[in-house]
T-cell receptor, first 113, second 110 residues
Framework: SAVISQKPSRDICQRGTSLTIQCQVDSQVTMMFWYRQQPGQSLTLIATANQGSEATYESGFVIDKFPISRPNLTFSTLTVSNMSPEDSSIYLC??????????FGQGTRLTVV | QKEVEQDPGPLSVPEGAIVSLNCTYSNSAFQYFMWYRQYSRKGPELLMYTYSSGNKEDGRFTAQVDKSSKYISLFIRDSQPSDSATYLCAMSGHDYKLSFGAGTTVTVRA
């Protein structure tokens, strides 16, 4: 198992503002990912957070909108920039350990008004 | 066509019944197969993980993978009301990027 802490757990934000979500894992991991879960839908991969280099984004997601940092092997942040109501979602941090099992944090529930 | 298709449900079963959940996939690169349970307002919890064709059992849960048919299943025996949740199948290749099914909401009636 794994311990993954995300902050904040929820937030209500004004459109046009930005929110930074933090993800802390309990031990060094090779891979960290960020996913989005829109209301009533399944999870979609946003990007791979690479330690010491730029994140790798999936189709439909861009760095200007979702800048990601990963300064070390246990921590990453995702920023949702210039928010609109369409960004209202649950954002989830995930980490993969040597066995390729993927674990998730509890998520950040974001509402943009 | 989505890479991963999951039977949509919802499913409602009486306590003690067997729950059967299924997913199909189209990407032959998928090598790792997972089932997650997600309670309302919580993150996904890893239930089962497997990487080979065949059956894997863990308590009341059995995961089944048939790579030749690109089909995976999860069986829950002796279902309990606490098993009521949304179940998500997920799979990845060697890049560890997960593709998820849409999820099946299961209700176990006491």
């Amino acid at each position: 198992s794994a311990v993954i802490s995300q902050k904040p757990s929820r937030d209500i934000c004004q459109r046009g503002t930005s929110l930074t979500i933090q993800c802390q894992v309990d031990s060094q991991v090779t891979m960290m990912f960020w996913y989005r879960q829109q209301p009533g839908q399944s999870l979609t991969l946003i990007a791979t957070a690479n330690q010491g280099s730029e994140a790798t984004y999936e189709s439909g997601f861009v760095i200007d909108k979702f800048p990601i940092s990963r300064p070390n092997l246990t921590f990453s942040t995702l920023t949702v920039s210039n928010m609109s109501p369409e960004d209202s979602s649950i954002y989830l941090c995930s980490e993969v350990r040597g066995t390729t099992e993927a674990f998730f944090g509890q998520g950040t529930r974001l509402t943009v008004v | 066509q989505k890479e991963v298709e999951q039977d949509p449900g919802p499913l409602s079963v009486p306590e003690g019944a067997i729950v059967s959940l299924n997913c199909t996939y189209s990407n032959s690169a998928f090598q790792y197969f997972m089932w997650y349970r997600q309670y309302s307002r919580k993150g996904p919890e890893l239930l089962m993980y497997t990487y080979s064709s065949g059956n894997k059992e863990d308590g009341r849960f059995t995961a089944q993978v048939d790579k030749s048919s690109k089909y995976i299943s999860l069986f829950i025996r002796d279902s309990q009301p606490s098993d009521s949740a949304t179940y998500l199948c997920a799979m990845s290749g060697h890049d560890y990027k997960l593709s998820f099914g849409a999820g099946t909401t299961v209700t176990v009636r006491a």
